[in-house]
């Protein structure tokens, strides 16, 4: 099975496309809740851990570059 991996960073892609058109994410936060940064548009949402897990698609590009652990 696949985890979501992801860390402060990370450009990920959301499920739900943002109003600006971009589906890309910056995670500038990170925490109890995470703050993501919308790529195209630069404005950003603080929102529940689960609910981003829920609606994270993938990680697009990782600060670091890990593979199998
Ligand atoms: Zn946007």
Do not use: Y
């Not at 995470?34 to 630069?42: E, L, M």
């Amino acid at each position: 099975m696949e985890r979501k991996i992801f860390q402060l960073g990370d450009i990920v892609q959301m499920k739900k496309q943002h109003p600006c058109g971009s589906n890309e994410m910056e995670i500038i936060r990170m925490g109890m809740d995470i703050r993501i940064k919308c790529v195209g548009c630069k404005h950003s949402v603080l929102i529940p851990r689960a609910k981003f897990e829920k609606n994270m698609k993938k990680v697009l590009r990782s600060t670091e570059d890990l593979s199998e652990s």
